[in-house]
């Protein structure tokens, strides 16, 4: 697929996406909904690339979903478009993928983050969910996923009264794993994503799939998958080298195995 709404890179074995409609605000339009979630797939898919990082530039992360391109949209348009279904792509994704944002993340900006694994934010990142300013709600899973991860009470706040939080907000609610400088955020976040990638792969794999489905059970259905995700590393060539290299006081060599 070629790309003309998002820039993609490969640094070591971390792949890049980058959101490229600066005169937008990296505002999604189907397009680059399209082209980002194509790229997520072809990185899961690349065995060179371990974690994945979705970023914009140091303005706006995303300022949400194509207000412009949405404004005239009837029902049947949004039910048939796919423009919000096809947000369910990023849950397909099995390997981590990070968000590193700078500047705005709003709407369906906010959104993607939240759908992320991880978060690496600069220092002048701002995260809100602003429908309700448009009439609208959150469509991209904003109202659920904001909920489980920041709490009822913030969570009502931001959607129905336009709370925006600092990055230090989201950091101290929870919705961000690190702050870094403006200047280099990308390169931060590489090097946390470089970190992530040089983990044995298939137990991230597994670690990925029952941490999510916290998200998603029972408690008592969560340590099945838990049980069901642990004990077939056992049968990996990762887990007896892991425990090997331990004993041996040696770094691991991971296969992937
Ligand atoms: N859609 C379309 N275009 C957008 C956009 C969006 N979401 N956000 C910004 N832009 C465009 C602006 O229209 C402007 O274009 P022009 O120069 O052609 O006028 C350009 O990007 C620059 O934006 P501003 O001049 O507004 O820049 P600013 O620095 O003054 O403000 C901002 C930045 C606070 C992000 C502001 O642009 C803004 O509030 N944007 C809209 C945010 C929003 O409401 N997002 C929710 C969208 S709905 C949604 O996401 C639904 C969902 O759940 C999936």
């Given at each position: 697929?070629?790309?003309?709404?998002?820039?993609?890179?490969?640094?070591?074995?971390?792949?890049?996406a980058q959101l490229n409609?600066?005169?937008?605000?990296?505002?999604?339009?189907?397009?680059?909904?399209?082209?980002?979630?194509?790229?997520?797939?072809?990185?899961?898919?690349?065995?060179?690339?371990?974690?994945?990082?979705?970023?914009?530039?140091?303005?706006?992360?995303?300022?949400?979903?194509?207000?412009?391109?949405?404004?005239?949209?009837?029902?049947?348009?949004?039910?048939?478009?796919?423009?919000?279904?096809?947000?369910?792509?990023?849950?397909?994704?099995?390997?981590?993928?990070?968000?590193?944002?700078?500047?705005?993340?709003?709407?369906?900006?906010?959104?993607?983050?939240?759908?992320?694994?991880?978060?690496?934010?600069?220092?002048?990142?701002?995260?809100?969910?602003?429908?309700?300013?448009?009439?609208?709600?959150?469509?991209?899973?904003?109202?659920?996923?904001?909920?489980?991860?920041?709490?009822?009470?913030?969570?009502?706040e931001m959607v129905i009264?336009?709370?925006?939080?600092?990055?230090?907000?989201?950091?101290?609610?929870?919705?961000?794993?690190?702050?870094?400088?403006?200047?280099?955020?990308?390169?931060?976040?590489?090097?946390?994503?470089?970190?992530?990638?040089?983990?044995?792969?298939?137990?991230?794999?597994?670690?990925?799939?029952?941490?999510?489905?916290?998200?998603?059970?029972?408690?008592?259905?969560?340590?099945?998958?838990?049980?069901?995700?642990?004990?077939?590393?056992?049968?990996?060539?990762?887990?007896?080298?892991?425990?090997?290299?331990?004993?041996?006081?040696?770094?691991?060599?991971w296969k992937g195995k």
């Amino acid at each position: 697929m070629t790309y003309t709404t998002i820039l993609t890179e490969t640094r070591g074995r971390v792949g890049i996406a980058q959101l490229n409609r600066p005169q937008a605000m990296n505002a999604f339009n189907l397009a680059m909904l399209g082209e980002v979630f194509d790229a997520l797939e072809t990185f899961d898919k690349d065995e060179h690339v371990g974690a994945i990082i979705v970023t914009g530039n140091e303005k706006a992360f995303a300022a949400g979903a194509d207000i412009k391109e949405m404004s005239e949209a009837s029902y049947i348009q949004m039910v048939t478009e796919e423009r919000v279904e096809v947000w369910n792509r990023i849950r397909g994704i099995r390997k981590p993928v990070i968000a590193a944002v700078s500047g705005w993340a709003l709407g369906g900006g906010c959104e993607f983050v939240l759908s992320c694994d991880m978060v690496v934010a600069s220092e002048s990142a701002r995260f809100g969910q602003p429908e309700i300013t448009i009439g609208i709600i959150p469509g991209a899973g904003g109202t659920q996923r904001l909920a489980r991860l920041v709490g009822k009470h913030l969570a009502m706040e931001m959607v129905i009264n336009n709370r925006t939080l600092t990055a230090q907000e989201a950091l101290q609610f929870g919705l961000v794993n690190r702050i870094v400088a403006v200047e280099g955020y990308l390169d931060a976040a590489v090097a946390f994503a470089e970190e992530i990638a040089s983990r044995a792969p298939i137990a991230v794999r597994m670690a990925k799939d029952a941490v999510n489905a916290a998200f998603e059970t029972t408690l008592t259905e969560g340590l099945a998958v838990e049980k069901r995700n642990f004990y077939p590393l056992f049968a990996t060539e990762d887990q007896k080298e892991g425990m090997k290299a331990f004993i041996e006081k040696r770094k691991p060599n991971w296969k992937g195995k």
